[in-house]
């Protein structure tokens, strides 16, 4: 308790540069939460993809339809438990910075193979009686204020024209990382309507009876329409998800360099600033040996110092970042569901300790060192 006490004043001797230390890291930490969230953003869809689900796109492009015919022999194929398909709808509401994703999908079988996307049963007895209806996603709801009973009209661009749709019901996730900014209307709809592209589909959903058995079926579903019109790939629904992150260039590198390097930055900031405060107190230092105060007990004192700093400092980035991520995450949905998880956190936390004791160690082996006779010569 008393090293404590000697630690905290000296902390409160210098409040200007203390407080510019904490300060350093919180920011850092507020980065280092930022960055991370974005990367869970980006990664949300192939970290909630389901093990028994596969993703059967043309081979070509994945925006090139496959015919609806496929859904059939898809279900003939040994492992195969559930086919679903959804169509890229891409309409603009309102403004073309209302970007939210909507899909197309098979009213019958969607919510069964996507058993995560919790809808109410009325929502879900709505959606089936209803042609024109849609289903809105909880963070989509609370971005636009969609309620169920409006009426939602998009403008299409990718099949022209003015769209109105019904919405009678609001989805949930399952997890709290799960995306709910997006919308799903009825691919009846759309096939009724569009001119072009009737008897197509965006893509196949296969859901495989066991996920053990899931590169099996990946090659006999690629094998069953070899060398036809519309040959397909197929390849887990994680991977799949993980393409549209890869189109955005290597994300994951880029957060890595610019934390590692704001880590860096701060190591040395906060190294020089220790070194100071001991050169400052080196008189002190000296005093302390003389009454008593051993090597290693100083030593500990000068890494109490910087431990308590990089937690102070790490605590407060950390708890800005959870408080400020949430809305930006609905600010800027295009980037996914961001926030800060309890792990986030914790590793975040332990960072900070760690480039704290290792920013205070040469300071603090200095302190160690010193020779008294030296350290009083100096005053």
Same mark, same amino acid.
């Given at each position: 308790m008393k090293s404590f006490r000697l630690v905290w004043a000296n902390l409160r001797r210098k409040k200007v540069r203390t407080t510019l230390a904490i300060g350093s890291f919180a920011v850092a930490l507020f980065?280092?939460?930022?960055?991370?969230?974005? #990367? +869970?953003?980006?990664?949300?869809?192939?970290?909630?993809? &389901?093990?028994?689900?596969?993703?059967?796109i043309n081979r070509v492009s994945l925006i090139l339809p496959l015919p609806l015919s496929y859904r059939d022999r898809l279900l003939k194929v040994p492992g195969v438990a559930a086919v679903t398909y959804a169509s890229w709808f891409g309409g603009v509401y309102q403004d073309e910075r209302n970007f939210f994703?909507?899909?197309?999908? %098979?009213?019958?079988?969607?919510?069964?193979?996507?058993?995560?996307?919790?809808?109410?049963?009325? =929502?879900?007895?709505? @959606?089936?009686?209803? #042609?024109? *209806?849609?289903?809105v996603g909880r963070a989509l709801a609370k971005r636009f204020g969609f309620k169920v009973g409006d009426r939602l009209p998009l403008r299409g661009t990718i099949w022209t024209g003015n769209w109105e749709f019904n919405v009678v019901g609001v989805y949930d996730g399952n997890r709290p990382e799960a995306d709910t900014s997006g919308m799903f209307f009825r691919a009846d709809y759309l096939e009724e309507r569009r001119a072009y592209g009737k008897g197509t589909v965006g893509y196949y959903v296969v859901k495989v009876g066991n996920?053990?058995?899931?590169?099996?079926?990946?090659?006999?579903? %690629?094998?069953? @329409?070899?060398?036809?019109? @519309?040959? /397909? #790939? /197929?390849?887990?629904?994680?991977?799949?998800?993980?393409s549209f992150a890869k189109q955005m260039g290597n994300v994951e590198l880029l957060i890595m360099t610019i934390g590692s390097v704001v880590f860096f930055t701060l190591l040395l900031v906060t190294g020089n600033t220790m070194a100071i405060a001991v050169r400052e107190r080196s008189g002190e230092l000296a005093v302390l040996k003389t009454v008593g105060f051993s090597d290693r007990r100083v030593l500990g004192l000068i890494l109490a110092e910087a431990v308590?700093?990089?937690?102070?400092?790490?605590?407060? =980035?950390? *708890?800005?970042?959870?408080?400020?991520?949430? #809305?930006?995450?609905?600010?800027?949905?295009?980037?996914? !569901?961001?926030? !800060?998880?309890?792990?986030?956190?914790?590793? &975040? @936390?332990?960072?900070?300790?760690?480039?704290?004791?290792?920013? &205070?160690?040469?300071?603090?082996? &200095?302190? +160690?060192r010193l020779r008294v006779v030296d350290a009083l010569r100096r005053i």
């Open positions: 980065l280092f939460g930022l960055l991370a969230a974005v #990367r +869970m953003g980006f990664r949300g869809g192939a970290d909630a993809a &389901g093990a028994n689900r596969l993703a059967v994703p909507q899909f197309a999908v %098979d009213k019958d079988t969607w919510f069964d193979v996507y058993a995560d996307n919790v809808v109410s049963p009325e =929502g879900r007895d709505a @959606f089936m009686k209803d #042609r024109q *209806a849609c289903l996920p053990d058995d899931a590169v099996q079926v990946t090659k006999a579903i %690629d094998a069953l @329409f070899e060398n036809s019109p @519309f040959e /397909t #790939r /197929t390849q887990t629904e994680k991977s799949f998800a993980a308590l700093i990089a937690g102070q400092g790490g605590f407060i =980035g950390l *708890a800005l970042a959870k408080l400020v991520i949430p #809305r930006l995450s609905r600010a800027l949905p295009m980037l996914g !569901v961001l926030y !800060v998880s309890p792990l986030t956190f914790a590793a &975040g @936390f332990v960072l900070a300790i760690a480039v704290g004791a290792a920013a &205070g160690l040469l300071p603090a082996i &200095g302190a +160690m």
